[in-house]
């Protein structure tokens, strides 16, 4: 016989997995009471006046007897203090598992795992409600495991992991990732599930195929405007200075406030660039596998294949006066900028796009 549990106490930093198990336990009581009725309760629905206003979630517990409707109850509390230890003592005292009526889903932040470590025990009356909260909330756990609740505390697959999550995620949308494209997935957005799973489901519905290659995922990438500035790097240290200045010219030409959100991430990512331009003066990745290549970059924030490969031909083929040159020149750029001068830091990265195929611009002295 299958043991209802009347209360499920989901615990994580990470909301996608708190989503997916909320999502099955919700799916799961419907198909047995599917004219359940569905109540949310927020963390300002409790908090008013420095004192937890519990009435409404107290009436929603109370046992009609038999004109009781079935209920799921979803309750986000936002940390361990004196709202959730409030909130949980009232589950506690009306939560029965002699009562299948409700269904209560507690959204947690990830909490230490010694509160699951607490044993169960018969609920009693608080006598001190000024004790600490966390002691308070390891007390109402322990009244509510005496009731069947459960406790789960998620954490999200680490790094190693991290390309068989991935993987398995796909499958559940009905595709297949190649285990190169899944790694590169794991360092983009660098262990964000719930951005790897939105990348998953835009793929899935422009996908020609179930078979995702990493092809597939650059496509994806490519067409993303997070990424809208990286053209610049790549052209300069691809020695196309022309193209370079039109990039640069069409950043800086947007409308609104184009040019005060758009040079400092030209900055940021031309450092970022020479930085591991740098790095890669001092090792043959040429030969290296693609793990290997994209733990190296990713170092430097560096996540596109073109840019990566903008600076593995650069570091072969620039000549090193033309990279302490730009990096000089960079400098320049930023000094300019972090003294409000806009101009000066624009003229400084268009002599770095025209440096790259004309050398004598190196040679030019301010006035």
């Known amino acids: 016989m299958q043991i209802f549990v009347p209360v499920f106490i989901l615990s994580s930093d990470d909301p996608l997995l708190k989503n997916d198990r909320s999502s099955e336990i919700y799916h799961s009581y419907k ?41 799921i109850i979803k309750i986000y509390l936002k940390d361990i203090d004196k709202t959730a230890a409030d909130v949980l003592m009232l589950l506690a005292k009306y939560i029965s598992k002699q009562r299948d009526d409700l269904q209560i889903i507690i959204d947690l932040p990830r909490i230490a795992a010694s509160f699951n ?8 009356e608080e006598s001190k409600k000024n004790r600490k909260a966390d002691l308070r909330v390891k007390d109402a756990i322990s009244y509510l495991k005496n009731q069947n609740a459960v406790l789960e505390i998620m954490y999200p697959p680490s790094l190693q992991e991290m390309p068989g999550w991935i993987s398995s995620r796909a499958r559940r949308l009905g595709l297949y990732i190649d285990p190169d494209a899944a790694v590169f997935l794991s360092s983009a957005y660098e262990g964000n599930l719930t951005a790897i799973d939105q990348c998953l489901q835009i793929v899935k519905m422009t996908a020609k195929t179930e078979k995702i290659t990493i092809k597939d995922i650059f496509t994806y990438f490519s067409k993303d405007s997070r990424f809208s500035g990286f053209e610049l790097t790549d052209a300069i240290l691809d020695g196309q200075g022309l193209r370079a200045l039109n990039i640069l010219n069409s950043l800086c030409s947007l409308e609104g406030n184009s040019l005060t959100t ?31 290549k994209t733990a190296f970059f990713a170092g430097f924030g560096i996540r596109l294949p073109q840019s990566q490969n903008a600076i593995m031909k650069a570091a072969l083929q620039m000549p090193d ?14 000094k300019a900028y972090s003294s409000f001068d806009n101009k000066a830091a624009i003229l400084c990265l268009q002599r770095m796009c025209v440096a790259v195929n004309d050398f004598s611009v190196m040679n030019l002295k301010e006035l």
């Open 117 to 124: 470590k607490v044993s169960a025990k018969p609920f009693a």
């Open 31 to 71: 198909e047995k009471h599917s004219d359940s009725e569905y109540l949310l309760f927020t963390y300002s629905d409790f908090a008013s006046s420095g004192q937890s206003n519990l009435a409404v979630l107290e009436n929603e517990l109370i046992d009609g007897g038999l004109f009781t409707s079935n209920k």
């Open 321 to 334: 006066i033309l990279i302490n040159y730009l990096n000089k020149t960079l400098a320049c750029a930023s």
């Open 262 to 292: 758009n040079l400092p991430l030209i900055l940021s990512r031309l450092d970022n660039a020479l930085s591991a331009l740098a790095a890669a003066k001092t090792q043959n990745l040429r030969n290296a596998g693609f793990q290997e």
